[in-house]
Nanobody, 126 residues
């Protein structure tokens, strides 16, 4: 019922970078942990990263650790995913999700999240 909007996807070459943005529609993210996820046809949605309510804590899946960085700017009511050194295996629809949470909560398990965006396509190809 609470919706988010992802933006920043597109077509990039291997080795390139993109920054995705996640904007809530009509509500504040101040009391929500936020995660980034991706999905390819025929596969389950995979968690990539999460960030705590304050932004002081983050976690990353091994597939993106060292290449992707999640951040949030609560003053702007925005969450970001900086993606560097992209490979064709990163091609997917990328989603952000939000879940009402306490101060230290951070998980990228998709089943925990209750509010989602519609996704933005990222294609990595020569």
């Amino acid at each position: 019922q609470l919706h988010l909007l992802e933006s920043g996807g597109g077509l990039v070459q291997p080795g390139g970078s993109l920054r995705l943005s996640c904007a809530p529609s009509g509500f504040r993210l101040d009391y929500y942990a936020v995660g980034w996820f991706r999905q390819v046809p025929g596969k389950e949605r995979a968690g990539l990263s999460c960030i705590t309510v304050s932004g002081s804590g983050t976690r990353y899946a091994e597939s993106v650790k060292g290449r992707f960085t999640i951040s949030r700017d609560n003053a702007k009511n925005m969450v970001y995913l900086q993606m560097n050194n992209l490979t064709p295996e990163d091609t997917a629809v990328y989603y952000c999700g939000a879940v009402s949470a306490g101060n230290g909560f951070c998980t990228y398990a998709p089943k925990v999240y209750t509010n989602w965006g519609k996704g933005t396509q990222v294609t990595v190809s020569s």
